[in-house]
């Protein structure tokens, strides 16, 4: 019987502990939203601790994991379950400046996850830094950008200088997210490819 579940896992491509995996970290990015939002400048976007959970995802679980488990939280909000920061559902943070940001957290956690998957299994924490930087901080940035554009009257050169008040933060994220990655993938290898 055994045999056959195993077979069903590998015919749908998930197993039961892939699905955990992605459901703890969905729920490690709504429990990083419980502290609140602190709302800096005129733009109307919060900083969180939520970004720290997305970049974990990918940065532990890899790309197709993480991503899922980003997605799965995102799904949540959008159903109104109010999980992002501030209580906010999906819907209601879509509709205002943060919604580039919020997709954003989906080819941010996909590029973590992908190239993550590339430097192990050693995860040098210089490549770890720049591939978290890049992807939790970069990308998010220039979805986040493109959003401001497009849902306030902000030009681009305003929009993206907007950005400068979140970097102290986000910095501080990504070297605690790869100090972290760097521990789960010494003590658990092979976790992404599980």
């Not at 924490?125 to 986040?144: D, E, K, Q, R, T």
């Amino acid at each position: 019987m055994e045999g056959v579940e195993n077979s069903r896992e590998s015919q749908a491509g998930i197993s039961a502990r892939d699905m955990a995996q992605i459901a703890v970290f969905a729920a490690l990015i709504a429990a990083l939203g419980l502290p609140g939002a602190i709302t800096v400048g005129f733009s109307g976007v919060p900083i969180t601790v939520q970004t720290l959970g997305v970049i974990l995802a990918g940065a532990v679980l890899g790309g197709r994991k993480g991503t899922a488990a980003v997605v799965v939280f995102l799904a949540l909000t959008m159903i109104g379950l109010p999980l992002l920061s501030g209580g906010r559902t999906g819907l209601t943070a879509l509709a205002g400046p943060s919604a580039g940001y919020l997709i954003g957290w989906i080819p941010a956690v996909l590029f973590i996850g992908l190239l993550t998957g590339r430097i192990l299994p050693r995860y040098p924490i210089v490549l770890g830094l720049l591939v978290n930087a890049v992807g939790g901080i970069l990308i998010v940035y220039l979805f986040g950008t493109i959003g401001l554009v497009l849902r306030t009257d902000l030009a681009v050169g305003p929009a993206a200088t907007t950005n400068f008040a979140f970097i102290p933060g986000d910095l501080v994220k990504v070297a605690v997210a790869t100090v972290v990655a760097k521990g789960v993938h010494r003590a658990y290898p092979g976790v992404i490819g599980a």
